[in-house]
């Protein structure tokens, strides 16, 4: 089992920025790649970025490609997603996951946080 622990969601006027955390326990967390989720209210959960176990690699949607950064440090266990340039249509509940071995766009991760929401006012 991995535990995943979410922090950092928060309101926030637009153009601005938040880092989300995830902390994860359990099993190695180098054995697994990190992805990043969202879903915001009456729509689909959705892909906003991932990384690859070692964090050489890292993928983004293209509604967020430029303003958002994945990252992790394998030493605390921690991934982070740095987001700025935020609009209104970034608010959504978001997600942390972890994939054993391969990261993935679509939400087939085998662990998840419990979610943490963030706002963004206009």
């Known amino acids: 089992q991995v535990q995943l622990v979410q922090s950092g969601g928060d309101w926030v006027q637009a153009g601005g920025s938040l880092r989300l955390s995830c902390a994860a326990s359990?099993?190695?967390?180098?054995?697994?790649?990190m992805g990043w989720f969202r879903q915001a209210p009456g729509k689909e959960r959705e892909f906003v970025a991932a990384?690859?176990?070692?964090?050489?690699?890292?993928d983004y949607a293209d509604s967020v490609k430029g303003r958002i950064t994945i990252s992790r440090d394998n030493a605390k266990n921690t991934v982070y997603l740095q987001m700025n340039s935020l609009s209104p249509e970034d608010t959504a509940v978001y997600y942390c996951?972890?994939?054993?071995?391969?990261?993935?766009?679509?939400?087939?991760?085998?662990?998840w946080g419990q979610g943490t929401q963030v706002t963004v006012s206009s």
């Open positions: 996951a972890a994939k054993y071995r391969s990261t993935s766009r679509a939400p087939q991760y085998d662990y």
């Open positions: 359990g099993r190695t967390f180098s054995d697994y790649a």
């Open positions: 990384i690859s176990r070692n964090g050489g690699g890292t």
